[in-house]
């Protein structure tokens, strides 16, 4: 075997080996996120984002509007779009 050959079956190999390297990493990096995000998942089940609802207080139809005009809310400022 030359010496030729060898440093072109070296640099093969290494080429070889940086790609399966390279796979590897890449495939266990995704795995590895898959599990991250498995995590954050689970952690999440529980939590339940509430939509934007019970910010303030909130006034009831039927209560005196808080304007002071002494309607009914919905007769009152609910119309108005306050
Ligand atoms: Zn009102």
Do not use: E, H, T
């Given at each position: 075997?030359?010496?030729?050959?060898?440093?072109?079956?070296?640099v093969?190999?290494a080429?070889?080996?940086a790609?399966?390297?390279?796979?590897?990493?890449?495939?266990?990096?995704l795995?590895?996120?898959?599990?991250?995000?498995?995590?954050?998942?689970?952690?999440q089940?529980?939590?339940?984002i509430?939509?934007?609802r019970?910010r303030?207080?909130?006034?009831?139809?039927?209560?005196?509007?808080?304007?002071?005009?002494?309607?009914?809310?919905?007769?009152?400022?609910m119309?108005?779009?306050?």
């Amino acid at each position: 075997m030359s010496k030729a050959r060898v440093v072109v079956l070296v640099v093969l190999v290494a080429l070889i080996a940086a790609f399966f390297a390279f796979d590897l990493k890449q495939y266990f990096s995704l795995d590895f996120f898959k599990q991250q995000q498995a995590a954050i998942d689970a952690s999440q089940g529980d939590v339940r984002i509430d939509p934007i609802r019970n910010r303030g207080q909130r006034v009831g139809r039927n209560d005196p509007c808080p304007c002071g005009s002494g309607k009914k809310y919905k007769m009152c400022c609910m119309r108005k779009g306050g």
